[in-house]
């Protein structure tokens, strides 16, 4: 979805019939020129992302960008981001390539394993209390984030349980954010503007 100047939106998941569900939320921010551009939606289904198998039982299920000579649904999104969905076969290490002109970052939410890049990655810490200085190899529990520094490919070592985790990666857009609430601009100035016109009713300009 993209939002720009029309779309407020709230998500209601539901789950199954004991309420469990997996479910994510990327934000990709627009450049300055595409702040108020014109709304759209995508409604994908599960059987459109393609998903490939590896020698080594590596899978992936490609939902934005290029991967393994799969293009994901999802398109029209300007950070141009790849999105995978990444499970690593128990106690098998797998090198994934990445662009080194994008920045990266991976979410483990099943299993464990050890992340090693090209370049030294940092670790953001969610539910897992584990050394955020164990550089350049960081142990990734489940619901843990690993960012990565600019390098040409990552490596990951799965755990006895495997490693199921999301790769995303996305062009820089390099420049300022200002954000507050669901708005996000580039400068204070127009993020007051914009929480003044969504208080009044004319934020959305296209319906």
Same mark, same amino acid.
């Given at each position: ?18 309420? &469990? ?5 990327? +934000? !990709? ?30 899978? %992936? ?6 991967? +393994? ?7 029209? %999104? ?14 098998? &290490?797998?090198? *994934? ?7 990266? $970052? !991976?979410?483990?939410?099943?299993? @464990?394993?050890?992340?090693?890049? !090209?370049?030294?990655?940092? !670790?953001?810490? =969610?539910? @897992? ?15 843990? *984030?690993?960012? $990565? ?5 990552? =490596? %990951? ?7 199921? $985790?999301? *790769? ?10 200002? +954000? ?6 580039? =400068?204070?100035?127009? *993020? ?14 296209h319906r």
């Amino acid at each position: 979805m993209t939002a720009g100047s029309g779309i407020l939106h709230q998500e209601m998941p539901k789950g199954d019939s004991r309420g &469990r569900v997996h479910g994510f939320q990327l +934000w !990709a921010n627009l450049p300055a020129n595409l702040k108020m551009t014109d709304p759209r939606y995508q409604d994908i289904p599960a059987s459109a992302i393609p998903e490939i198998t590896d020698d080594d039982e590596t899978r %992936v299920r490609v939902v934005s960008g290029e991967f +393994w000579g799969q293009r994901g649904p999802v398109e029209g %999104v300007a950070a141009d981001p790849s999105y995978v969905d990444v499970s690593v076969a128990p106690n098998r &290490r797998r090198r *994934l390539k990445i662009e080194t002109t994008r920045n990266a $970052f !991976a979410y483990a939410f099943a299993g @464990s394993g050890t992340f090693r890049d !090209a370049s030294d990655p940092r !670790a953001v810490l =969610t539910e @897992s209390a584990v050394d955020p200085n164990a550089n350049p190899k960081y142990d990734a529990r489940n619901h843990s *984030l690993v960012l $990565f520094d600019r390098g040409d490919e990552i =490596t %990951v070592q799965a755990g006895e349980e495997g490693i199921r $985790f999301l *790769l995303v990666s996305g062009k820089p857009i390099e420049e300022p954010v200002a +954000w507050y609430g669901p708005i996000v601009m580039n =400068t204070q100035e127009e *993020l007051r503007q914009a929480m003044t016109e969504l208080q009044s009713g004319t934020f959305i300009k296209h319906r």
